[in-house]
Every structure is written in structure tokens, then in C-alpha cells.
């Protein structure tokens, strides 16, 4: 098994648990660790024992969303084409993966669920949640960029929910998450590893290739009204957003470098 700095991969009888695991930045998602959950995730994938893939934060977060200490410090000024390339390649192509992924998937999230986190959580087919769970993108707000780049959130949450977190900025508890259809289930915090394995392990009883057919056929369901055509349509404008006037003032004026805080006084990167 390949080793990870970024990530942990547990296996467990046969569920492969991927874990951001920067639990000091609130699995902030930099490069590295994006490429390790795309590395990881193909590994699992590849592995004819795991029937299941989880994805989980360490620390009491999911993931407050990317990097953004990392992306001022490395990428703060590059071109269009560059942009463009590092956000085709990190952001929505290994997305894709995980919403393509030929395996069950579930999201376990726990704390901030944010932006970029709040991205690669709902690539899961499902959601587990505790009851500290809490979901935003704040980016129009806090960047005046157009969302994050793979626009999922009226697939998962309706187009009324969607627009109400996003032209807010606002936070979501998992209960209203719960209501809106988006997570599965809630659970305390403390049962949540179990209630995931749990969860993980009925599913993983089933036939595997017929889930993966089952699988195959919902995502096309959704691929048919046109899913991955909105996404790929999205990055484009969400690309173009980046460098409008207005991000650029935005940026001038280091309002972008403002940092929102949690209930606990943590920053929540974006
Ligand atoms: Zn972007």
C-alpha cells in the first residue's frame, strides 16, 4: 500500500476509509493532499477487497475547503491558462473521479464542511453526518467568485436550498442538510465512525457488479438531465469569475483575505 502524508488510508474487512488528515489546518485541501485522495481513491478502486469507499476529516472537520494560504503563496499570480489548468486538473477533473467512481461511496462528515470540502463530500453517493456537521460556500461572499468550481449544490440540495446557501454565504446545520435531502442520516458525533462502517458494511454485502451497474445506471439517470454538461459549464464561468473586475477589487482591497470564524473561534478557510 502506498504511503500518504496528507491523507490516512484505513482498510477495514472491506471499506477503504480515506481521511483528510491536516487536522491543524481543518483539512484545509492543498495540493498534495488533493493528489493523494485522487491517488488513494484509484487505489481503492483498483483493491478487489474493498467493496466500499468512505471519505472522512480528522479532527473533528471534514475539510474547511482549499487551501487558501497555499494558493496565495504558490498561485496568487498566474495566467488565465495556468489558473485554468490547475483548476481543470485538481478541482474538477479529480471530482469527476470521485462521482464516476466505480465503487459505493460514502461521505463521512463531521465539523466544517466548507467550499472546496463541501465540493469533494458531495461527489459521495451518500452522506453520514453528525450533529456538530456544518455545510457553506461562502465564496461569492468572501472572494466574489461564482461558487466553487464544481457546482453540485442544486443537484443535492434543490435549486431553492442551493441559491439560499449561496447567495447568503449562510452555514447549513446537518439537521436542515437532513431536511433538505441532502445527508442520509445524522448521528451523534460519537457514533459516527460506527454508523458509517456500519452503513459501509450492509452495502458492501451486496453483489459488487451489480451495484456497480446500479451505480453506473443512477449517475446516467442524472448525466441524461444533463449533470456533467452544468458542471463543465459552471467551471467555464466560474473560471471567468476569477478575474473579473470585481474579484480583483475584491482582492485589491483584501477583503478576500478576510477569514470567516467557526463557533469555536477556528478560521474557515475557503
Ligand atoms: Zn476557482
Redesign the pocket.
Known amino acids: 500500500m502506498t504511503t500518504y502524508q496528507d491523507i490516512v488510508y484505513e482498510k477495514i474487512g472491506p471499506v477503504a476509509r480515506l481521511w483528510h488528515n491536516r487536522p491543524e489546518m481543518r483539512n484545509a485541501e492543498n495540493t498534495q493532499l488533493l493528489e493523494e485522495l485522487n491517488s488513494a481513491l484509484a487505489e481503492a478502486e483498483a483493491d478487489s477487497e474493498v467493496r466500499v469507499i468512505v471519505l472522512a476529516g480528522k479532527g473533528g472537520h471534514f475539510s474547511a475547503g482549499h487551501d487558501l494560504k497555499e494558493g496565495r503563496a504558490l498561485r496568487a499570480n498566474f495566467s488565465v491558462e495556468e489558473?485554468w489548468a490547475y483548476?481543470d486538473q485538481y478541482?474538477l477533473t479529480y471530482c469527476l473521479n470521485l462521482l464516476n467512481c466505480h465503487k459505493p461511496t460514502i461521505a463521512q462528515v463531521d465539523g466544517a464542511c466548507i467550499a472546496g470540502g463541501f465540493m469533494v463530500a458531495n461527489m459521495c453517493d451518500l452522506m453520514v453526518a453528525s450533529e456538530n456537521a456544518f455545510f457553506a460556500d461562502p465564496v461569492v461572499h468572501t472572494m466574489a467568485?461564482s461558487a466553487?468550481?464544481v457546482l453540485i449544490h442544486p443537484w443535492v440540495l434543490g435549486s431553492r436550498k442551493a441559491k439560499e446557501m449561496l447567495f447568503t454565504g449562510q452555514r447549513m446545520t446537518a439537521a436542515d442538510a437532513l431536511a433538505a435531502g441532502m445527508v442520509n442520516r445524522v448521528v451523534p458525533v460519537v457514533e459516527l465512525d460506527d454508523a458509517v462502517l456500519g452503513l459501509a458494511n450492509q452495502i458492501a454485502q451486496a453483489p459488487a457488479f451489480a451495484l456497480k451497474v446500479l451505480k453506473k445506471s443512477i449517475n446516467r439517470t442524472y448525466d441524461i438531465m444533463g449533470r456533467e454538461q452544468a458542471l463543465r459549464a459552471h467551471f467555464d464561468s466560474?473560471?471567468l469569475s476569477?478575474f473579473s473586475e470585481e474579484a480583483k477589487e475584491f482582492k485589491a482591497s483584501g477583503k478576500t483575505h478576510s477569514i470567516r470564524r467557526d463557533a469555536n473561534g477556528h478560521p474557515i478557510n475557503v
Open positions: 489558473r483548476e478541482y467568485v466553487v468550481e466560474h473560471m476569477h
